[in-house]
């Protein structure tokens, strides 16, 4: 008799789970990468250099792979449509939102969008939320309130108002925000609209260069003032520009996309709430930060929303209905 071998499907399953967690883990870092490339560079300038050399890498990776890089034609009015609002809408306005707030409330707002896309797939996809689902979502929305915020403004906004956060309270920052999670939000439903018949890695490679020329076009603007097109950055900078590019866009998005087009996407996206946790894990291990109490929370009830959201339906089983005049055993 043979010997019984082990089932590789537990590390198979443990590796899609931390690729699964990597994006998010990158764009918790991103977004602190890109803030200080603001200071000597427009937003459009830093959108089109995230945006251009991620896409071609990724339909470069697309090749060594051997995936077809081809898009059917029945998916080119979704595709087209996925890049303008997910590429082009979406990387503008984080851009530009990202200058004009603070990082913290930037990326409350920012990680709110798992909330709309929870209701688009719920009305698209049919998927099921559930209670425990619609309460997952919320506790995720409280515990990025809590990493995001100041301690400030949440012991005292009920008492103060707007005061609690000092003279502007709500800038144009946090309405580009906001735009920007509705764009992604969309986008993500159309990713998979924009893949039915073409491969994800392919089509997330061609809606970063497509979603990119609209935002080049734009920025040559400064260039016919007189203005060099390339900002004035320095090496630190460039490294921090290339990180946010290669990392936090290519590597980021196309595995962000890849799971997106299949499976349960109300779930995968609430991995989001996590983003702000693996910003502020960074801080720890790298530079010395110490969390606050509250800080704390907001992780627990961020991770508590992600199990709560990806166990719903098991967590969730009402009893079954019993035939009229039959007593339950």
């Not at 994006?23 to 200080?36: N, S, V």
């Not at 935002?215 to 950055?233: F, H, M, Q, S």
Request: proline share 8%; glycine share 10%.
């Amino acid at each position: 008799m043979s010997p019984v071998l082990p089932s590789p499907l537990p590390p198979l399953k443990s590796l899609n789970a931390l690729l699964m967690l990597l994006p998010f883990a990158l764009w918790g870092t991103a977004m602190a990468a890109m803030k200080p490339l603001l200071e000597h560079g427009s937003p459009l300038q830093v959108a089109c250099l995230r945006l251009l050399p991620a896409g071609a890498l990724l339909l470069l990776a697309a090749l060594w792979l051997r995936r077809p890089l081809a898009v059917d034609r029945r998916d080119w009015p979704w595709l087209l449509a996925f890049s303008l609002v997910d590429a082009s809408l979406f990387q503008g306005l984080l851009a530009r939102g990202l200058g004009q707030t603070g990082a913290g409330l930037g990326s409350v707002l920012i990680d709110s969008q798992p909330l709309l896309v929870a209701l688009l797939a719920r009305s698209l996809f049919g998927e099921a939320i559930n209670p425990v689902g619609w309460l997952g979502l919320v506790l995720g929305l409280v515990g990025i309130l809590c990493l995001g915020l100041p301690e400030a403004v949440l012991r005292h906004w009920w008492l103060e108002g707007p005061r609690a956060i000092g003279a502007r309270p709500w800038s144009h920052g946090e309405l580009w925000m906001l735009g920007a999670a509705a764009a992604m939000a969309v986008g993500t439903v159309l990713c998979r609209y924009a893949s039915r018949h073409s491969d994800p890695v392919a089509v997330t490679g061609w809606h970063m260069l497509l979603g990119g020329l609209p935002l080049l076009l734009l920025a040559e603007w400064p260039v016919r003032a007189g203005a060099g097109w390339l900002p004035d950055w320095t090496g630190g900078e460039w490294a921090l520009m290339a990180y946010a590019t290669l990392l936090g866009s290519a590597v980021a998005y196309g595995l962000f996309f890849w799971f997106a087009s299949s499976g349960d996407l109300t779930g995968f996206t609430a991995l989001t709430f996590l983003t702000p946790v693996f910003a502020l894990l960074c801080g720890v291990l790298w530079l010395d930060e110490q969390l606050r109490p509250l800080q704390w929370l907001g992780a627990g009830l961020a991770l508590g929303s992600v199990l709560l959201i990806n166990r719903r339906a098991q967590l969730w089983q009402p009893a079954p209905v019993q035939p009229h005049g039959q007593e339950q055993p």
